[in-house]
């Protein structure tokens, strides 16, 4: 197993946002931000179509010496990006950028066998490992998190207000034609309770939907069926109303609610607020409650890293929305019933015990990694998680003699803790959890289908961004323990497929 992470509107955002490097000629520093790539596969078809993308480079998480330092700190990320953007280009015949792959938004695009939370905590902690598949004589160790559900008719009312990108980019099968679908969709999945306004921007921004119920449908409907593309590209008076309506609509409603601005776009930014200004706008609207989603369409200028790292500054989520196919599954699963967070600035740190694990590295998440005293302080900003999400972390590790020679069996193999703080608190709560032996399976084809299943997802992802610790391009491997852990599932098969498809690609 091995592993990575992912503007002209928000340059300097990326300074606080994203670790960028580079130096090719394939590469652009920005003023004022660390450098970002426009890194390209120069092997793939199609390259004509994805050479102006964006996606930030980031510096893959390497192996850790556990006697000198046994504790790792990072935040969450239930973002799902990465893995439609590989899902589009693979359909289109070509391999995914290797700065766009996020091993982390691979493993949270899938649903896992975790149990609900039995107690009043707002999520239920799951700890497994087996042998390494993927590493001979290495372990995986697996975190998860289970957000608690929330019924939809318990759930806060949703004020949503959507800021749509119409500049002339926008004017493809797969970009505002797909928006409106999106919002088409949702449309018949909100509540009565639930607000939605639309704000579109181009040369100019212009409210074209009020702040409507949804129970007001022909309204909703008349307005997004009248979106179209055209013009210039200004996001400055754009989001500021935004912001605007959704703040308007917080204070008339004097109810607890869930308060989101969806920013809808292809990324392609190129007037606007300069970095500084709009991290300060994103935080400050995030300490009133509201945040910052971002939902990226479309191809050829689609810049990745600036809709990562917005959505980041803003605690939302970011996604990208490959196909009309996909729509009611993404509407569904990752939008409406998720929109409630249940717990905000949450972190995960583990401490290894060295006398059984001799190293260790963090799979993925390497543009949420925190330092380890930030996990006690509460003003440091963290992911938040919705109702209804899961998280999965792989850590691979490399255990001991005593380990190796059976004084494992009854050995807390590690500590596992957890922050948060409530929706509306700003104090943390903290909870640990042992890793103990017994939670080892004895061999990797004992452990669990979902443990299985999401180890080859996470092979996957590293065989794609050609890290230096994938066994080489174990396709058919992948697809072997990807096939038999799938249960039947529509999504786990469908990466089934692409797999196969990958493999036929790779060069």
């Known amino acids: 197993m091995r592993l990575l992470r992912s503007s002209l509107l928000l340059a300097a955002l990326l300074a606080t946002a994203v670790v960028a490097c580079g130096d090719d000629a394939d590469s652009m520093t920005f003023a004022g931000s660390p450098e970002g790539s426009y890194g390209r596969n120069p092997t793939n078809a199609g390259e004509a179509?994805?050479?102006?993308?964006?996606?930030?480079?980031?510096?893959?998480?390497?192996?850790?010496?556990?006697?000198?330092q046994p504790v790792s700190t990072f935040g969450v990320d239930v973002d799902t990006g990465s893995y439609s953007l590989m899902r589009r280009d693979i359909r289109a015949g070509r391999l995914p950028n290797v700065d766009g792959v996020r091993v982390e938004e691979y493993l949270n695009y899938f649903r896992y066998d975790y149990a609900q939370p039995q107690d009043d905590k707002p999520f239920a902690v799951h700890l497994d490992g087996a042998p390494s598949a993927f590493g001979q004589g290495f372990h995986l160790l697996r975190v998860g998190l289970q957000g608690r559900a929330v019924d939809p008719a318990q759930r806060k009312p949703a004020n949503l207000v959507f800021l749509v990108d119409v500049s002339g980019s926008m004017d493809e099968p797969t970009k505002l034609p797909l928006v409106k679908d999106m919002l088409r969709s949702l449309v018949g999945k909100l509540t009565d309770a639930d607000t939605i306004s639309i704000v579109t921007y181009s040369g100019r921004e212009?409210?074209?939907?009020?702040?409507?119920?949804?129970?007001?449908k022909a309204k909703v409907l008349a307005a997004i069926d009248g979106l179209s593309a055209g013009g210039g590209t200004n996001g400055e008076g754009g989001i500021r109303k935004a912001y605007a309506l959704a703040e308007q609509v917080k204070l008339q409603q004097q109810v607890d609610s869930v308060n989101r601005v969806i920013l809808c776009t292809d990324g392609d930014f190129n007037v606007g607020l300069t970095g500084n200004d709009l991290v300060s706008l994103i935080e400050q609207e995030r300490e009133k409650g509201i945040t910052l989603s971002t939902f990226g369409f479309g191809q050829g200028n689609y810049n990745a890293r600036d809709m990562e790292a917005l959505a980041d500054k803003g605690n939302g989520n970011y996604a990208y929305i490959d196909a009309p196919e996909e729509i009611d599954r993404f509407v569904q699963k990752r939008l409406v019933s998720t929109l409630q967070v249940i717990a905000k600035d949450a972190k995960i740190q583990i401490e290894l015990d060295p006398t059984f694990v001799q190293r260790y590295r963090l799979i993925g998440y390497e543009n949420r990694v925190l330092n380890n005293e930030d996990f006690e302080d509460d003003a440091k900003d963290s992911g938040d998680l919705g109702a209804g999400h899961s998280v999965t972390a792989f850590y691979e590790v490399e255990l001991t003699g005593p380990a190796k020679d059976g004084q494992l069996a009854t050995a807390n193999v590690a500590n596992v803790r957890l922050r948060w703080k409530q929706p509306d608190g700003d104090?943390?709560?903290?909870?640990?959890?042992?890793?103990?032996?017994?939670?080892?399976?004895?061999?990797?084809d004992e452990a669990p289908p979902d443990f299985r299943f999401a180890a080859a997802t996470a092979e996957f992802a590293e065989i794609l961004r050609r890290s230096k610790h994938s066994e080489g391009a174990r396709f058919d491997d992948v697809t072997t323990i990807l096939s038999a852990s799938a249960k039947g599932d529509a999504d786990r098969l469908q990466l089934v497929e692409l797999a196969r498809q990958a493999k036929g690609l790779w060069k």
């Open 49 to 68: 179509d994805v050479s102006r993308e964006t996606y930030g480079k980031l510096v893959e998480n390497d192996w850790v010496d556990t006697a000198t």
């Open 427 to 444: 104090v943390s709560t903290e909870a640990t959890v042992p890793f103990t032996a017994s939670r080892l399976a004895a061999s990797f």
């Open 206 to 216: 212009s409210v074209v939907l009020e702040p409507a119920r949804v129970t007001d």
